[in-house]
């Protein structure tokens, strides 16, 4: 729910309001005027500022800035929870087959059936035999199932039909269509950019109903609002999300500050969406709420899928030998060239660098970019999870962001499923969160939703100061001398993700002059044990001085 800004002014009083504003942390009161901050700090100083306003006592037991999540995909998250087929990533191979059984029952002849998430763990198992058996489940309907890291589908015979995937069809670059080794035909299997041609059959579904998608991003930013979040930078933004953002804030229900990455190279999950035609369109979708500013490159794919590139060898397998250590899309040249020209169209840009290699190469190339052209934007590697130890302290030298996405820094079913395909001694030194940050690399939090099938922040606050499954489902900790104390996560999920995206000057702190972005919580969260951290219950969001989600209702009563 959401109420209408108001031009009156109004005073939030809490005793322990947590500004994130390392020259005055904490304050007891806030003042709002046309949405903005006027005054945080004392009852008497903002009444100074706002004097016969409207006081409310905020309930709850911590008051601190709204959430950022600095990678995130929410208009295809909201697709996947309104319209898809959804099932965790634990399942077997016969449990998602009775799954698309169910689901494809209720749809209607030649009706897509789109869905996720199967486990990495099952590649292997995804054979053209399993493929025979999906098309029996679905009766003959076309089927596109995404995996956990969503950058590998497997499909049905159908789909590969619609997609135009025959025993001729060459692999596209930087991808793969994985056939059978005695007759050719392909098993149904989709790895990296190969996922794009089923993505592109499945998008001519979607843009007869283009509403479908409006109504998707609805969904998503209501729920991130839930979980306190009030921005996020958009990891894909394709044409069908700038057209979906576009209509959302048109209609007054983009309640979060959104920052757009364009492709700026072919990227494998977004066919034909990059070149000069789209980025064309920037100015025409930029609206107050949405800034597409940034760009997306891919530089490898995943390592469950020996698609990301490695410094040291995957583990020997039948298909890649004893020595495969993945590859990268781009050589140092190519990559600096593109970072330059996004640096003169104000562009950041986020690179996407699962495997230590690309990292390598990524940092090679701005410190290119930054011996010919000097200091420029602060561009993002994504998702700085394997780094080779000399490449840490470059983060800061070169001002490299590192994304920290999706919320894998503890034991869990994706992080087993990396250990069947890299060494066990480098995925335990999985995520040096606390390497980077205390080499000063400015550390900031995203969720990758819906790789992770939930948008909350709290999980992942939990999981970096204790590096342990939240859920408790998996037992141990990933590397734990890399956990972070609680004040340094809470600011990579506020003002770091907030620099991040280049809106540190409008939200991600409590400081006068800034959007009244503020989320009030049910517990104190330094005087809770750390594992009830990501328990946490957002009582209220606050997006430019409005309530946007709220449990019980009170404080909009007292605002009627």
Request: net charge negative; proline share 7%.
């Amino acid at each position: 729910m959401s109420t209408p800004a108001s031009t009156t002014a109004l005073i939030l009083r809490h005793p322990a309001i947590y500004t994130m504003n390392a020259a005055r942390p904490w304050a007891e009161a806030l003042a709002i005027r046309e949405g903005r901050l006027a005054a945080v700090g004392t009852l008497a100083e903002a009444r100074s500022a706002a004097p016969g306003a409207r006081e409310i006592a905020l309930p709850g037991r911590m008051v601190m800035p709204g959430l950022l999540d600095v990678h995130n995909h929410f208009v295809w998250a909201g697709r996947a929870e309104l319209y898809e087929l959804f099932f965790p990533p634990m399942l077997t191979l016969d449990q998602i087959i009775d799954q698309v059984s169910v689901a494809a029952a209720k749809k209607a002849p030649g009706e897509w059936l789109v869905g996720g998430i199967w486990g990495s763990g099952l590649i292997g198992e995804l054979t053209h035999e399993a493929r025979l058996r999906l098309d029996r489940a679905a009766g003959g309907r076309p089927v596109m199932l995404r995996d956990d890291s969503h950058h590998n589908r497997f499909v049905s015979s159908a789909a590969l039909r619609l997609a135009g995937i025959g025993a001729d069809t060459p692999n596209p670059v930087n991808g793969e269509i994985v056939r059978d080794p005695l007759g050719g035909e392909a098993t149904g299997l989709l790895l990296e950019s190969a996922s794009s041609l089923v993505e592109a059959a499945v998008a001519r579904a979607l843009d007869a109903a283009p509403q479908l998608d409006v109504e998707a991003a609805a969904h998503a930013v209501r729920r991130m609002n839930a979980c306190g979040v009030i921005g996020a930078q958009e990891a894909l933004t394709t044409r069908a999300v700038l057209r979906a953002v576009k209509a959302l804030e048109d209609s007054g229900r983009l309640s979060a500050w959104i920052v757009g990455s364009l492709p700026v190279t072919d990227a494998p999950l977004a066919p034909g969406e990059y070149g000069e035609e789209l980025l064309a369109l920037r100015d025409t979708y930029r609206s107050r709420h949405f800034r597409p500013d940034a760009g997306k490159i891919f530089l490898d794919g995943v390592p469950t899928s020996r698609t990301a590139a490695m410094l040291e060898p995957y583990l020997p397998d039948a298909v890649h030998g004893c020595c495969f250590r993945g590859g990268a899309t781009l050589s140092v040249p190519q990559l600096a060239r593109v970072l330059s020209d996004c640096e003169k169209r104000g562009m950041s840009v986020k690179i996407h660098c699962a495997g230590d290699a690309a990292v390598r190469i990524a940092l090679d190339a701005v410190d290119v970019l930054r011996s010919f052209n000097g200091p420029g934007l602060a561009h993002h590697i994504a998702h700085a999870s394997f780094v080779d130890p000399a490449e840490v302290p470059r983060f800061a030298e070169l001002n490299v962001v590192a994304d920290l996405s999706p919320t894998l820094w503890f034991p869990g079913v994706i992080v087993d499923a990396i250990r069947s395909t890299v060494p066990k001694e480098r995925v335990d030194r999985f995520w040096p969160i606390r390497d980077l940050q205390e080499s000063g690399a400015l550390i900031a939090g995203g969720s990758d939703w819906p790789v992770v099938p939930d948008p909350s922040p709290w999980p992942g606050i939990q999981g970096m100061v204790t590096r342990r499954d939240p859920t408790g489902r998996v037992d141990g900790a990933l590397w734990p001398e890399q956990a972070l104390g609680l004040a340094e996560v809470l600011r990579a999920y506020t003002i770091n993700s907030a620099q991040a995206m280049r809106l540190a000057d409008t939200t991600g702190s409590l400081e006068v002059g800034k959007s009244a972005d503020l989320v009030v919580l049910d517990r104190h969260l330094f005087e809770v044990p750390a594992e009830q951290l990501a328990g946490t219950t957002v009582l209220s969001t606050w997006f430019e001085g409005r309530v946007v989600h709220e449990v019980t209702g009170a404080v909009t009563e007292a605002l009627a």
